[in-house]
């Protein structure tokens, strides 16, 4: 079934066109994730278009920066072939997994070998033996023989050689990452850490059991990362109050160059803030006392972040629904529903010039203040209060409709099963449209329900969300930009 739109675009001739449309919102950043991407790219090789087969191995390089979006793909590739009787290992497909390793540096390629070994069934070994690669130049040969063979043929193969710098030097780290693996002396695996940047996915379960290990880990921990593992390391004692280690870990958290770098998303920081918060994992084994210091520089890391979203020029009405509490949590995620109408009204209003947000239920409407000095807290105190009245989502339309209004695009925010008040806001939506002669968007994010039937499944300008994490972030971003 997921299949059927992408074949009829193939075996009409337009396989190339797919391939280039995959790219470019690939590459442009407009996809939510990347396996669907992936997924086309397959479907477009498994076609006798020879033109669109061969560009979609092309763009393997080119989409797939990790290891594990490789795996799927091949993944994607295997599900495709099962039933037919030939084949998935045609010489399209080796060249292209070949070129895909050969195509990194000698360096990049062994980090890249020894971080992520599997994923969806399959492993680099897997994938060197089916692809019949045959290594770009020596330093790759090593690696192929490194993961092929293993590190004692490696060993007994180049250990005594006369061997270029630059086999030396992938030589050496492919040292450091088995040393580590076998090494039973603390000190010794932070040694290793220290000098070859080696990340916790090439250390031992063993080993993260260690502070002084996370505390080595923790200098060259990329941001999303470190905050993801704040929890352990507070639960570990690595962060410890007063310490050095949390000096650092606010200095990097607030840190406006590394968030740019990173491009974090303030609702990334709202996620990690909140689970960290919590002062216990999803499951509730792992528990920890959320150090006041880490939790004032995660409030900042997302204020800081504001400045990473990027305008879309569009005029925005905000309406956040408050006829029931919003002290539940959003489904899909660890944020109560209240942070993400908080967080989603603070990202709009700051990155949206003009944009008005307002706290309704049935019959009553006030405006919510968000300036450039409001913190989420202030923001989030405004949305606690709850007003009388059932849930009546055309308010906010009907308000921009009476009072002249010109917007592009409206979003609501409901706790809500979304009932409908005196006007369907679908039908509020068409009235206002008609009237200012904009074709507005309505975009209704239910957060805390799994089913929502507001928009007009036959109207392009309207969208449901049901429940909401950080991906339906993009999703909205991408329908407002007409991406979607």
Not at 23 to 46: M, S, Y
Not at 59 to 66: N, P
């Amino acid at each position: 079934r997921r299949n059927g739109a992408l074949m009829e675009l193939v075996q009409a001739g337009r396989g190339q066109e797919v391939v280039e449309e995959v790219k470019r919102l690939t590459l442009e950043g407009k996809t939510v994730r990347p396996n669907p991407a992936l997924f086309a790219l397959a479907v477009c090789t498994q076609h006798s278009d020879a033109p669109a087969k061969q560009a979609a191995f092309r763009a393997l390089q080119e989409l797939c920066k990790a290891p594990g979006q490789l795996f799927t793909f091949i993944q994607y590739k295997k599900e495709l072939k099962d039933g037919l009787c030939c084949g998935m290992w045609g010489r399209g497909l080796r060249r292209a997994v070949s070129d895909w390793y050969n195509g990194q540096d000698a360096l990049s390629l062994a980090h890249t070998v020894t971080r992520c070994k599997h994923r969806a069934g399959w492993s680099h070994q897997d994938l060197f033996r089916l692809s019949h690669m045959k290594p770009a130049n020596d330093a790759i040969a090593l690696i192929s023989k490194y993961v092929t063979k293993g590190w004692k043929v490696v060993q007994e193969t180049y250990a005594e050689k006369e061997n270029s710098e630059e086999l030396l030097k992938v030589f050496a780290y492919l040292e450091a990452v088995e040393k580590a693996k076998h090494s039973t002396d603390e000190q010794e695996v932070v040694h290793l850490i220290e000098e070859y940047r080696l990340e916790r996915e090439q250390i031992l379960t063993n080993h993260l059991k260690s502070k002084e290990v996370w505390k080595a880990l923790l200098k060259e921990m990329p941001v999303a990362a470190l905050m993801r593992h704040l929890g352990k390391m507070t639960a570990d004692k690595v962060l410890v109050p007063g310490s050095p280690e949390v000096a650092a870990v606010c200095e990097r958290i607030q840190d406006e160059q590394a968030l740019t770098k990173a491009k974090t998303h303030p609702f990334s920081v709202l996620v990690a803030s909140e689970n960290y918060k919590r002062g216990h994992g999803k499951r509730g084994k792992l528990k920890w006392e959320p150090n006041r210091d880490i939790v004032h520089a995660l409030d900042s890391a997302f204020c800081k972040s504001l400045s990473n979203v990027e305008p879309t020029g569009k005029r925005f009405v905000v309406g956040v629904d408050v006829s029931v509490s919003l002290s539940s949590l959003a489904l899909g995620s660890s944020v109560s529903t209240v942070a993400v109408a908080a967080a989603m009204s603070m990202v709009i209003a700051r990155s949206e010039p003009g944009a008005e947000v307002l706290i309704f239920s049935e019959g009553s409407m006030v405006p919510c203040v968000i300036s450039e000095d409001t913190s989420l807290i202030q923001v989030t105190a405004q949305l606690v209060q709850v007003l009388s009245g059932g849930t009546d989502c055309a308010l906010p339309i009907q308000w921009a409709s009476e009072n002249d209004k010109t917007v592009d695009v409206f979003i609501i925010f409901t706790n809500n099963d979304t009932q409908f008040g005196s006007t369907n806001p679908a039908e509020a939506l068409r009235t206002y449209r008609q009237k200012s002669g904009v074709f507005s968007k309505l975009i209704v994010c239910g957060m805390a329900t799994n089913g929502l039937c507001v928009a007009d499944p036959d109207d392009r300008g309207m969208l449901d969300v049901c429940g909401f994490d950080s991906r339906a972030v993009d999703v909205i971003r991408n329908f407002v930009l007409d991406v979607i």
